[in-house]
């Protein structure tokens, strides 16, 4: 007999807790209960979702009781902590953190990639890809259809909100810090100007960083490597070369990545822009002579992923380059953690 699900979101007050919120407003209703859970210091706090003023209770092993879905937006420790949890509760967890994303027994999942392994659950948990990968994944995915995918080279200029809510205020004090001085007409007088460089290892405004992540081994970044792994788990291509190096760059929202994609077939720059706009879940903006691409001030606050300057390599038949941006607090988080929560409603469809 179908019903609709009871649907958690722990973590509902944070930033892409708040943006699940609204995305659950104005996506179609298939839940029925909605239940926001988050931690002792933020119970009681009253936050409104699908028109109604819920009320945020205490992150407890009860909270989960009778849920059949749980949407967790906190950091790693906590879902590595509290997933399980729910999961034996009776939940479904959809992790949007980094605790479970290679867990061979947690499926990585993009709804308009690879929809199917949201089934392939065995410990009751679905990961949520990191929002850099998901800001370009899509597009991807829907080459690798066509084309049969077999390298990237990619850059990311990653916004500050990709640091959470301490970038997005650092960035601002840093940009009022410099506003209407001279900085940048000497070198390392940015660095006097700004006052703290937040959670960035340089001043970010004025700036690029090409450092985004915690240091791995061979001086690639976290950040780097979740790109190299994850897109080989989504794509299921284990041998896919992948080189990534991240950039953090003043923008608040909306990340963007240059990609150098190379195919197993030979690509048509006309036939690729034809697979781009016809895909799911991508907007393809790509008129070069108007001067018609993706920024991320067009960007950002939408759900698809913008993609534009689609050209073949002038010096590889076989390989594409395009420019890709993706709001990172909504596909890079919020929305596709609840596209994947629904597909897991569905199954309650009957």
Same mark, same amino acid.
């Given at each position: 007999m179908s019903r609709k699900p009871t649907l958690a979101i722990v973590g509902a007050t944070g930033a892409v807790g708040t943006v699940m919120l609204d995305i659950l407003s104005n996506r179609p209703d298939v839940w029925g209960e909605i239940r926001l859970i988050a931690s002792a210091r933020s119970a009681g706090k009253k936050?409104?979702?699908?028109?109604?003023?819920?009320?945020?209770?205490?992150?407890?092993?009860?909270?989960?009781?009778?849920?059949?879905?749980?949407?967790?937006?906190v950091p790693d420790e906590v879902s590595a902590e509290w997933a399980p949890i729910a999961a034996a509760r009776g939940?479904?967890?959809v992790d949007n953190s980094g605790a479970f994303r290679m867990d061979k027994d947690v499926p990585l999942v993009v709804p308009e990639v690879n929809p199917l392994e949201a089934k392939n659950r065995p410990r009751g948990i679905i990961s949520n890809p990191n929002c850099t990968t998901l800001s370009m994944i899509v597009a991807m995915g829907a080459l690798h259809e066509e084309y049969v995918l077999e390298e990237l080279v990619v850059a990311s200029y990653q916004a500050a909100s990709g640091a959470g809510q301490a970038g997005i205020d650092a960035l601002r004090k840093q940009l009022i810090e410099v506003a209407g001085t001279d900085v940048g007409d000497e070198a390392g007088d940015l660095r006097k100007v700004v006052s703290d460089n937040g959670p960035f290892p340089a001043p970010l405004a004025m700036n690029v960083i090409?450092?985004?992540?915690?240091?791995?081994?061979?001086?690639?970044?976290?950040e780097e490597l979740k790109v190299r792994n994850e897109s080989r788990k989504i794509l299921g291509l284990a041998d896919l070369k992948v080189s990534a190096t991240c950039v953090r760059v003043p923008v608040v929202?909306?990340?963007?990545? &240059?990609?150098?994609?190379?195919?197993? $077939?030979?690509?048509?720059?006309?036939? *690729? @822009?034809?697979?781009?706009?016809? %895909? +799911?879940?991508?907007?393809?903006?790509?008129?070069?002579?108007?001067?018609?691409?993706?920024?991320?001030?067009?960007?950002?606050?939408?759900?698809?992923?913008?993609?534009?300057?689609?050209?073949?390599?002038?010096?590889?038949?076989?390989?594409?380059?395009?420019? &890709?941006?993706?709001?990172?607090?909504? $596909?890079?988080?919020?929305?596709?953690? *609840? @596209?994947?929560?629904?597909?897991? %409603? +569905?199954?309650?469809?009957?």
């Open positions: 936050l409104v979702c699908r028109g109604e003023e819920l009320t945020v209770i205490a992150l407890t092993p009860e909270a989960f009781d009778g849920v059949d879905v749980a949407m967790f937006d939940a479904v967890a090409p450092w985004a992540g915690s240091l791995k081994e061979g001086g690639y970044s976290s929202t909306t990340h963007s990545l &240059v990609v150098h994609a190379r195919f197993a $077939k030979p690509v048509n720059r006309e036939a *690729a @822009q034809a697979v781009l706009r016809d %895909a +799911a879940g991508v907007k393809l903006v790509d008129d070069p002579e108007n001067h018609l691409f993706p920024t991320p001030a067009d960007v950002v606050g939408t759900d698809p992923t913008w993609v534009g300057r689609v050209r073949v390599s002038l010096d590889d038949p076989y390989a594409l380059e395009l420019f &890709v941006c993706g709001d990172n607090l909504r $596909k890079g988080a919020a929305l596709n953690t *609840a @596209q994947i929560a629904e597909l897991v %409603a +569905a199954e309650f469809a009957g």
